[in-house]
């Protein structure tokens, strides 16, 4: 019996050290996990920052800077990714994945390049089925919808999809939507003490805002 307790009293303790989703709290991990944390924060966090700074640019060389926002989100993609893996986030993870095809339509129509409508509709039913796979899974993992970070990267994902429509159509709006992915996303870092990327999603949102007050349709000329 004492051998028992004692057991019992491990297992409790053990339990008690690591997190809702079975992953060990920021601050108790080992000393390697701790270092690619932070590894991950300053790649995710600096390039998406980047990524926004050159899509919010305008002026004659606007197809350049928005070429290269392009570029920087497709670097940020692996560290977003992995972090999200790793706390279990499903959704935002496979809308991550799933963006990369229209991060490389972007790019491509950025440096002069045309891109059927078939393609385009293509590519936006791949994201979809993406994130109605995260949904799923997500689901599954947490025994339903259950958490806030689910509401979290439900609320980043219908920012993007609908930001994205409204952008398509060269609506001011999709702007604002973009703004309610980056909150979300920094809301969803913020509860998940990843500190770094909260930042830098926060500091994206300004880059969206300014975005959003300097807007002005394509076939506006640059001054």
Request: net charge positive.
């Amino acid at each position: 019996l004492q051998n028992g307790g004692e057991y019992a009293v491990l297992a409790t303790a053990l339990q008690n050290s690591r997190g809702p989703t079975g992953w060990i709290p920021v601050g108790r991990e080992p000393e390697g996990e701790r270092a690619m944390d932070t590894l991950l924060q300053i790649w995710g966090g600096s390039t998406v920052v980047l990524n926004k700074v050159f899509l919010a640019k305008g002026g004659p060389n606007r197809q350049r800077w928005v070429a290269i926002g392009w570029m920087w989100f497709l670097a940020a993609m692996p560290a977003w990714l992995a972090i999200f893996i790793i706390h279990h986030d499903w959704i935002a993870a496979a809308l991550e994945a799933g963006a990369v095809p229209a991060a490389l339509i972007g790019l491509r129509t950025a440096r002069g390049g045309q891109t059927s409508t078939v393609w385009r509709r293509s590519v936006d039913g791949f994201t979809a089925v993406m994130v109605a796979l995260g949904l799923g899974y997500s689901a599954y993992d947490h025994g339903g919808i259950t958490s806030i970070t689910q509401l979290l990267e439900m609320a980043a994902v219908a920012g993007y999809l609908v930001g994205a429509n409204q952008m398509a159509k060269e609506k001011r709006s999709g702007w604002i939507w973009f703004g309610v992915m980056n909150a979300a996303t920094a809301l969803l870092m913020a509860v998940q003490a990843k500190w770094g990327m909260a930042a830098a999603q926060f500091v994206s949102l300004l880059f969206v805002l300014w975005g959003y007050v300097h807007w002005r349709p394509k076939s506006t000329p640059d001054p």
